[in-house]
């Protein structure tokens, strides 16, 4: 079966990250036919817009797309085309595994934890107003539907790949109304799956225990914003940005993407780990269903880390994008 994949290269680093990922899709010989269209400053050039139609029917027909990163605009009026994406394709459920590969040196070694991340509402409605000169207000939107579904999400995935622990994170000593409400959607959806076991954290605490004792935690359940702040603390365990993969669910299509950003600072050196990206696609292999494809991929880029020889500066070797890509395409078509 050929699968149809939107392919949007990104900014910044994406385009050399993203063109890796698909190097070693198509080395695993499964049958895709890419539409490429991209978003963000590459696009406005050539469609005189940020975010083009063209784009938005293509990952409505194709319903998947492998995505690279989108520089985020600081300046006023720039909203996160990111942010716009998920919330227009309602990809609520915001997907982050993170593990240790071989070879990269970290704190901690055997940490096998995922980062489920509500992913359309809280502070990210970009809800935001000035009341009075020097005065802002930025809402916070927690609803009910939002928490369960990706509570319910959560608790499937434990549920079906036999995770041992969901833990929710939270403040609600503070926000006793907004992540109250998140909690009780949780427990709520917890009483139903007794067979997964359950507890909740406080966010501050959490991230001193995350620094101290990470191997304790499972699975992380989490609004939005925290979930961003937490993602990146888990990246910062494993090794850095270039090795988490993710992706963004909704009931009737996923983007698939790696939790870094367009990284200006080492765009079109050819120097950046591509790992991120080529393991957001070994999920996205999985959603299209193609699991030896997956598997064969997985294990190529554990192979490369466990030889060590073809490393990116970031995890301390001296290849480049394109050698540690070969690589990877090599031990993929090794017997
Ligand atoms: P954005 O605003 O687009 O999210 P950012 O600058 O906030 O971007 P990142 O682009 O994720 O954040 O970069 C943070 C740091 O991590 C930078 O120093 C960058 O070089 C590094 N980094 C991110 N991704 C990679 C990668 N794939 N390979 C190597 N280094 C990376």
Not at 135 to 159: C, M, N, P, Q
Request: charged share 25%.
């Amino acid at each position: 079966m050929t699968h149809r994949i939107t392919l949007i290269p990104g900014d910044g680093i994406g385009p050399e990250v993203v063109g890796a990922a698909r190097r070693v899709i198509e080395a695993t010989g499964v049958s895709i036919q890419w539409e490429e269209i991209n978003a963000g400053g590459e696009a406005l050039k050539r469609y005189g817009k940020l975010l083009p139609e063209e784009l938005l029917e293509a990952i409505k027909r194709n319903k998947v797309a492998l995505k690279g990163p989108i520089t985020t605009q600081v300046a006023e009026g720039f909203p996160s085309l990111n942010v716009r994406l998920r919330k227009m394709f309602d990809l609520y459920a915001n997907f982050r595994p993170i593990k240790n590969l071989p070879n990269v040196p970290c704190r901690f070694g055997d940490l096998d934890l995922i980062v489920v991340r509500e992913n359309t509402e809280d502070l990210y409605a970009g809800l935001e107003h000035e009341v009075v000169p020097g005065v802002v207000e930025s809402l916070k939107i927690i609803t009910e539907k939002a928490s369960t579904r990706i509570a319910r999400f959560a608790f499937d995935y434990a549920r079906q790949h036999h995770r041992r622990e969901i833990c929710a994170i939270h403040k609600a000593n503070i926000m006793k109304l907004s992540d109250g409400l998140f909690l009780n959607c949780v427990r709520a959806v917890a009483q139903e799956y007794s067979d997964v076991k359950y507890r909740e954290l406080i966010v501050d605490n959490t991230c001193m225990q995350l620094v101290m004792n990470p191997q304790q935690f499972d699975i992380l359940l989490l609004e939005n914003l925290y979930g961003d702040i937490i993602s990146d603390l888990g990246a910062g365990l494993i090794g850095g940005l270039g090795l988490v993969p993710g992706a963004n669910i909704g009931i009737d299509g996923a983007i698939f993407e790696a939790v870094h950003g367009s990284a200006p600072d080492i765009a079109g050196k050819g120097i950046a780990n591509p790992t991120a990206v080529m393991l957001t696609s070994v999920l996205m292999l999985e959603y299209l269903k193609e699991s030896e494809a997956a598997r064969r991929l997985q294990n190529a880029i554990e192979q490369v880390y466990r030889e060590g020889k073809h490393l990116t500066r970031d995890v301390g070797g001296r290849a480049t994008t394109e050698e540690f890509t070969d690589a990877v395409v090599k031990a993929i078509s090794a017997p």
